[in-house]
């Protein structure tokens, strides 16, 4: 159900995206929001839909528990701080702040301009090439389209995988940040209304508009 709408349920950005959702996404506001939400309605016991439309009734309960666990850790991280204890900011909060835009650069590019309800992974999913370093902090998910054709294959055989099925497969689109530059790009002419076409990343043709655009679907990650 990847990029299904009313059936994934990790659609970070609005269908198709404009320069406010690509902000949105890269700031990680929406993130700390809904994720803190959800955290606090599973451990109240409150799920919602398409959390039940997705695990068994018998696993709610685990649920539940894991994430008063986990309210009792950050509640425990921020004792800590408000203690005077510095180690905590370093290796759990700054971290995070610092590295949450650099992660949603790669993630974003997973799905971005590609078409939604398809039955195809292909049509709905992107590989890009990156540097040695890019394929280490990613863990060769820059191989992305392949992860969604064989999702139990593990990431360090990702590189293998792609040498199997490279000529079954659309090329990967240009290297980490010349993708996103013309992600980046593209949303600011769709919000000026201008034409959306690509210059040279894989892109859905419905996502190429040459004025104003309609919504396909909205975020339900916020």
Same mark, same amino acid.
């Given at each position: 159900h990847t990029l299904h709408v009313g059936k994934d349920g990790q659609m970070p950005f609005d269908l198709p995206m404009n320069f406010w959702d690509?902000? %949105?996404? %890269?700031?990680?506001?929406? @993130? @700390?929001? @809904?994720?803190? *939400? %959800?955290?606090?309605?599973?451990?109240? !016991?409150?799920?919602?839909?398409?959390m039940r439309q997705y695990t068994p009734e018998g696993e709610l309960p685990k649920l539940k528990w894991g994430a008063r666990?986990? %309210?009792?850790? @950050?509640?425990?991280i921020a004792a800590l701080i408000l203690a005077g204890y510095a180690w905590p900011l370093v290796f759990f909060v700054i971290p995070r702040l610092v590295g949450g835009p650099v992660m949603v650069l790669f993630t974003m590019l997973q799905h971005a301009e590609l078409r939604e309800n398809s039955p195809s992974i292909i049509e709905s999913t992107r590989s890009f090439r990156t540097s040695w370093f890019g394929r280490f902090l990613y863990l060769n998910m820059n191989n992305h389209l392949e992860h969604h054709l064989y999702p139990q294959v593990p990431f360090y055989a990702l590189p293998a995988l792609n040498e199997a099925v490279k000529d079954q497969i659309p090329e990967p689109d240009p290297g980490?940040?010349?993708?996103?530059?013309?992600?980046?790009s593209i949303v600011?002419?769709?919000?000026? !209304? *201008?034409?959306? *076409?690509?210059?040279?990343i894989r892109q859905a043709p419905h996502m190429i508009t040459e004025g104003g655009y309609t919504k396909i679907a909205h975020a339900n990650m916020r």
């Open positions: 690509w902000l %949105l996404e %890269l700031s990680n506001v929406t @993130y @700390y929001w @809904y994720y803190a *939400k %959800l955290l606090v309605m599973n451990a109240l !016991g409150r799920f919602t839909p398409m666990a986990c %309210l009792l850790v @950050y509640a425990g980490f940040w010349r993708t996103n530059l013309e992600v980046l600011i002419r769709r919000s000026l !209304g *201008k034409s959306t *076409k690509a210059w040279t």
